[in-house]
T-cell receptor
Framework: DGGITQSPKYLFRKEGQNVTLSCEQNLNHDAMYWYRQDPGQGLRLIYYSQIVNDFQKGDIAEGYSVSREKKESFPLTVTSAQKNPTAFYLC???????????FGQGTRLTVV | AQSVTQLDSQVPVFEEAPVELRCNYSSSVSVYLFWYVQYPNQGLQLLLKYLSGSTLVKGINGFEAEFNKSQTSFHLRKPSVHISDTAEYFCAVTVDNAGKSTFGDGTTLTVKP
């Protein structure tokens, strides 16, 4: 079955720690995206990548980092510089760009 | 830059009644328009999309939407809702080749028996 897999589904982090969220797709899509979702605020774009080894900042990139070493994988690191990291994180992919996005099931990150 | 406004944050409706979820957008160039549905603690699923052609678009689960260029709207409709339609609905617009979508803040549809 083709799709996007995010792991873990739930993640707890202590303040001051970095944490990496996994996103893997087997849809052979070129573009991948990371969104953050907070209650009542819709989805906000963190980073996106159109091709391997290239990525661009979205609207709220501060405190986050990404890599795109393989077409299938687009991990997101939430660093200790992110002041309010507790949120629901969604990974998506699309191909070609402009087409609809396919979403993973999300990772809920809680800072304790 | 483009923007999306979902005019209703919450829409309560009784089962088997019709429903309309409103979405307006702003953009100076041509757009692609989407409606997605999200069930609790899950990702988003595509309901329907408008890329070009006919302005009336039919999607899954009996939903449809009409693209109105002059009013810059893309309202979502269903003639008769079911309890299972209770979910969060997002309108989204894409204008550039990067495929970045701008999302509205969402509308919570609650279907009551």
């Amino acid at each position: 079955d083709g799709g996007i897999t995010q792991s873990p589904k739930y993640l707890f982090r202590k303040e001051g720690q970095n944490v990496t969220l996994s996103c893997e797709q087997n849809l052979n899509h070129d573009a991948m995206y990371w969104y953050r979702q907070d209650p009542g605020q819709g989805l906000r774009l963190i980073y996106y990548s159109q091709i391997v080894n290239d990525f661009q900042k979205g609207d709220i990139a501060e405190g986050y980092s990404v890599s795109r070493e393989k077409k299938e994988s687009f991990p997101l690191t939430v660093t200790s510089a992110q002041k309010n990291p507790t949120a629901f994180y969604l990974c998506a992919s699309s191909s070609p760009p402009g087409a609809e996005a396919f979403f993973g099931q999300g990772t809920r990150l809680t800072v304790v | 830059a483009q923007s999306v406004t979902q005019l209703d944050s919450q829409v309560p409706v009784f089962e088997e009644a019709p429903v309309e979820l409103r979405c307006n957008y702003s953009s100076s160039v041509s757009v692609y328009l989407f409606w997605y549905v999200q069930y609790p603690n899950q990702g988003l699923q595509l309901l329907l999309k408008y890329l070009s052609g006919s302005t009336l678009v039919k999607g899954i689960n009996g939903f449809e939407a009409e693209f109105n260029k002059s009013q810059t709207s893309f309202h979502l409709r269903k003639p008769s809702v079911h309890i299972s339609d209770t979910a969060e609905y997002f309108c989204a617009v894409t204008v550039d080749n990067a495929g970045k979508s701008t999302f509205g803040d969402g509308t919570t549809l609650t279907v009551k028996p």
